[in-house]
């Protein structure tokens, strides 16, 4: 079969890596791809939100199955725009898209069906916001409602920082349109862990547990990010954790999406924060996560196009799956000096060959290009270093020794990937 991957990230390059690893594909695309996704990918030139082009490249390439990795072009309907030709896709609806394209619609749906969440306010107006602010006891986290690339979140410590969020999305219209709604709530304090989930919209089938790192820097310092590093499985998942996230999250918000209306089918990516209480959802995301699809895929030992095709047909063929796990992995995103502000491109890159041919270790590229037979920089997070070890602790090691192997003018990295793993030890 044929099959075409939207997106050009790093999420992106492992669902080509993994996709192209099946014995049920011949041929794998991706609309537009990056530097890396060329090594498994034929890369077309086409924008990840041309959804015409889109549709007409998947008739013209006879593609069999479109799987969409970003956030966007799901929110502006491309996975509707592609049934409606007959094609069958890996990703929800438009309308489904809502849970992480509105926070605001995201948050109701949860005060609704009773899912556990933080309090909150959602305001339309700036000065409505600020007095919420200036009479709130307690530490709040300030949101902007729509898509802002993961960055649109800013934990605040103080009513001064608060303050200084709203004006940032509201008054100083940082994320743009996605600040037109700002929703306050209470700041939750607990481990943070990503909880991923095919759907057919009926049936479920868990990923592993998996943990990002937000924050810019070590200690989880600093503005968040699309995400520094992940790591699977998450220790802060056990058993029991497992069991109360599919009863108390998962399975209520599906049944709530079907109750209005909007059955949700793909991957649903729950962000928890594990308090003493038990999860909390932060947010929802509508897509794989970005950096954490990097080691749930590269340790994922069953064919993927068996779970995607299970999805995107709906027929109940999801309920009879079930997912074979490998050792434990880590990835260590390396990004670009200045990220997630302002930084330089076109940084010429070495030692990824280098990096590659360590044992169990594979460079995932999420912002790069290539030109002239070298791998330039593209984008803030540019590359995800990814390993895998018989546990945490190796895997840490082994990522960190190949992200050794790699430079280029300007490369950051955060140096703690993974020891809250080890802290629970």
Known sequence: MKVLVVGSGGREHALCYKISASDQVEEVYCAPGNGGISEQAKLLELSAIDLDGIVKASHDLSIDLVVVGPEDPLSKGLTDALEAEG?????????????????????????????????????????????????????????????????????????????????????????????????????????????????????????????????????????????????????????KMHDRVINEVITPTIEAMNERGIPYKGVLYAGLMITEHGPQVLEFNCRFGDPETQPLLFRMKSDIIDFLLACARADGSLSSLEIEWGDPTVCVVMASKGYPGNYEKGKVISGIEEAN?????????????????????????????????????????????????????????????????????
């Open 87 to 239: 094609k069958l896709v890996f990703g929800c609806s438009g309308k489904a898209a809502r849970l992480e394209g509105s926070k605001v619609f995201a948050k109701k749906l949860m005060r609704d069906k009773g899912i556990p969440t933080g309090d909150f306010e959602a305001f339309e107006d700036k000065k409505e916001a600020e007095k919420f602010v200036r009479g709130y006891k307690g530490k709040l986290v300030v949101k902007a409602d729509g898509l802002a690339a993961g960055k649109g979140v800013m934990v605040c410590d103080n009513e001064s920082e608060a303050l200084s969020a709203v004006d940032l999305v509201m008054g100083q219209k940082a994320f743009g349109g996605a600040g037109d709604k700002v929703l306050i709530e209470e700041r939750l304090f607990g481990e943070e862990a990503s909880f991923l989930v095919f759907t057919d919209g009926k049936n479920i089938v868990p990923l592993a547990g998996s943990q990002d790192h937000k924050a810019v820097y070590d200690g989880d310092k600093g503005p968040n990010t699309g995400g520094m590093g992940a790591y699977s499985p998450a220790p802060v998942i056990d058993d």
């Open 357 to 425: 041919k360590i044992d169990g270790a594979y460079v995932f590229h999420a912002g790069t290009d290539k030109k002239d037979g070298k791998i330039l920089t593209s984008g803030g997070r540019v590359l995800g270093v990814t390993a895998s070890g018989p546990d945490i602790k190796k895997a840490i090691d082994k990522a960190y020794k190949a992200v050794m192997k790699i430079s280029w003018e300007g490369a950051y990295y955060r140096k703690d990937i993974g020891q809250k793993a080890l802290g629970r030890k």
